[in-house]
């Protein structure tokens, strides 16, 4: 379903991805990890349109995506979340996902909205103003409803589960699972915390200095030596 | 659409009490009918700055091109006066065409190349001396057509014109606002990056605000030519057609939809009753200075100041 051949994008003279070559499979949950400042939102950036990609390709159900516009992205089923919360700020929870959905599908549909809420948890703070009166953990289901608002096939997850405490981690790690399932979505997903990827994941890519250093099941991967190298050199993050 | 008591009463007063009791006194309407082509374009120009984010140095240009328009159709091609104006909003649209490619830029970048695009318009009018008259301008511009035995030219036709407009205007922008359009622009104002990710094409609706503002615009600068029925290149494109707007809108509130309508009425009446009596030339000096005091104080404008009781109460449940 989405397909990187030879991905750079550099920043001045900071390389931040490092061609880099990965696929996600219609309906696999693949794993990114790596050290801070590796590149993983980068990768995420340059996917959904707000980077330009200094070289290399992203194709997308085939689709050549760096000559589809930003915005037509997310109607060919591209969704994604922030690492920094940004709910669209001047709107109600509820009218989030109406943009989302309006715009990221092309129709509207109520139904869809509540169950979007209900699943996420959020329908209780519907008619709430997002900026304002949200907590954390709300604000990072936000994060996820908007994208399924645009009825996304490749969700991107950007660490939806870091800054939260035991319980919510937990909760938000069922619904993670359940929405695999229930949206039928691939999903690529960034995240520090090893055992949540093994927990999750069919397979986990691991970056370092935007270089992808391994690609294969968790077992596997958590196993190589170069991938502990790099992980024992940032474990205090 | 819902309308409330205070509302209708309103359009029953403009449309029936002011005619009865004003209607006769031709200063009052000329000043009246003023105070409104000030407040038309503050709409149309609020619109863009509070749907569009966009700050607009520029909209003399859409006047200007709007006034010319209608009054060469007319004047030309013998189009009627009314069908005329709505075709010079479509000739300020066209105009704003251009100023699409500097839509890219931001903030006070996109106020002055407006500007500079602005004066395009006015060097155009100026040397296209066989269609626009040049700088000695266009005279006898056709007056407003008398209508079922009612002259719409006379002061109270005309005023009943544009109170006529200013509504449609208001009733657009609600729509507007309230639209899935107006969600998603509102949506853009903190957060383009959010909104755009999951799917607005936020440049495309900021150009069609722009299209909606100039179209407003336009038909103002139409209106207005065939209500004083002459025209020349340093008055149509004069940049206290964009300058006043501004202030009154600031001042009103730029943020409402009636916020600049009552800020125009008010600078123009205060200015032009007080302040050109205190100062004959240079009053505009005062507006500028009030304007300044009135963004430190109260940056949202005198209805938000106003309104402040209910929201407060309001923003407390
Ligand atoms: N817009 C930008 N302009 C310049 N440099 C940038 C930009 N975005 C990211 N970088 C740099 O690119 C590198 C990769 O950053 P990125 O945010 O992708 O890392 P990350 O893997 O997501 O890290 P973290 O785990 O901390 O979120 C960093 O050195 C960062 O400073
Ligand atoms: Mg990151």
Redesign the interface.
């Known amino acids: 379903m989405l397909r990187l051949e030879d991905l750079s994008v550099r920043f001045g003279g900071l390389t931040a991805v490092n061609t880099v070559s990965l696929s996600v499979g219609t309906h696999e949950v693949v794993g990114l990890v790596g050290p801070n400042g590796a590149g993983k939102t980068t990768l995420f950036n340059a996917v959904s349109g707000l980077v330009k990609p200094s070289s290399g390709r992203i194709l997308f159900d085939s689709t050549d995506m760096l000559r589809t516009p930003l915005h037509r992205r997310a109607r060919m089923g591209i969704g994604r979340t922030f690492q920094i919360p940004q709910p669209m700020h001047e709107l109600t929870v509820r009218e989030n996902l109406i943009v989302a959905q309006r715009f990221g599908t092309g129709a509207v549909d109520a139904r869809k909205i509540d169950e979007v809420l209900e699943f996420t948890g959020l329908t209780d703070k519907a008619e709430r103003h997002a900026a304002t009166e949200l907590a954390l953990t709300e604000l990072k289901a936000l994060e996820v409803a908007k994208a399924l608002a645009t009825n996304p096939k490749l969700l991107m997850l950007d660490e939806v589960l870091a800054g939260l405490e035991t319980n919510g981690k937990r909760r938000f790690m069922g619904m993670l699972k359940e929405l695999h399932e229930k949206f039928a979505v691939g999903i690529l997903i960034i995240e520090h915390d090893i055992e949540t990827i093994s927990n999750l994941c069919h397979r986990v890519a691991v970056l370092n200095f935007g270089e992808l250093i391994a690609d294969g099941t968790p077992d596997k991967v958590f196993r190589d030596p170069e991938v502990i190298k790099s992980y024992t050199g940032a474990s205090d993050a | 659409m819902k309308m409330s008591k205070t509302g209708l009463a309103v359009i029953f007063a403009a449309y029936v009490l002011v005619p009865l009791l004003l209607g006769s006194n031709s200063y009052v309407m000329s000043l009246i009918v003023a105070a409104m082509i000030i407040g038309g374009i503050a709409l149309a120009w609020a619109l863009l700055g509070n749907l569009g984010g966009m700050v607009s140095f520029g909209h003399s240009a859409f006047f200007g091109v709007g006034a010319y328009v209608s009054a060469i159709l007319t004047m030309k091609a013998g189009v009627p006066v009314l069908a005329a104006m709505l075709l010079g909003g479509v000739g300020a649209v066209v105009a704003s065409l251009a100023m699409l490619p500097v839509l890219r830029l931001r903030g006070p970048y996109f106020a002055l190349a407006i500007l500079a695009y602005a004066h395009i318009f006015k060097i155009l009018a100026t040397e296209w001396t066989s269609v626009t008259g040049g700088s000695a301008g266009l005279a006898s511009v056709p007056r407003f057509p008398t209508l079922m035995g009612f002259d719409l030219s006379s002061k109270t036709g005309s005023y009943l014109i544009v109170l006529s407009l200013l509504l449609v205007f208001i009733a657009a922008y609600r729509v507007i606002r309230s639209s ?1 359009y107006g ?2 622009l ?6 383009e ?10 440049t495309l609706l900021k150009a069609l605000m722009l299209f909606v503002s100039a179209f407003m615009t336009g038909v103002i600068g139409a209106f207005n030519v065939h209500y004083i029925n002459f025209l020349e290149p340093d008055y149509a494109f004069s940049g206290l057609w964009v300058t006043l707007p501004i202030v009154a809108a600031i001042f009103g509130g730029y943020r409402t939809i009636l916020g600049p309508l009552v800020g125009a009425v008010t600078v123009y009446l205060v200015d032009q009753l007080i302040f050109k009596n205190l100062i004959p030339s240079g009053h505009q000096l005062i507006l500028g200075a009030l304007l300044v005091a009135m963004i430190i104080f109260s940056p949202g404008g005198l209805m938000p100041l106003l309104r402040k009781g209910t929201r407060r109460k309001h923003a407390a449940a």
């Open positions: 899935h969600i998603a509102r949506a853009m104002h903190d957060s990056d959010a909104t755009r990710v999951v799917g607005v094409n936020s």
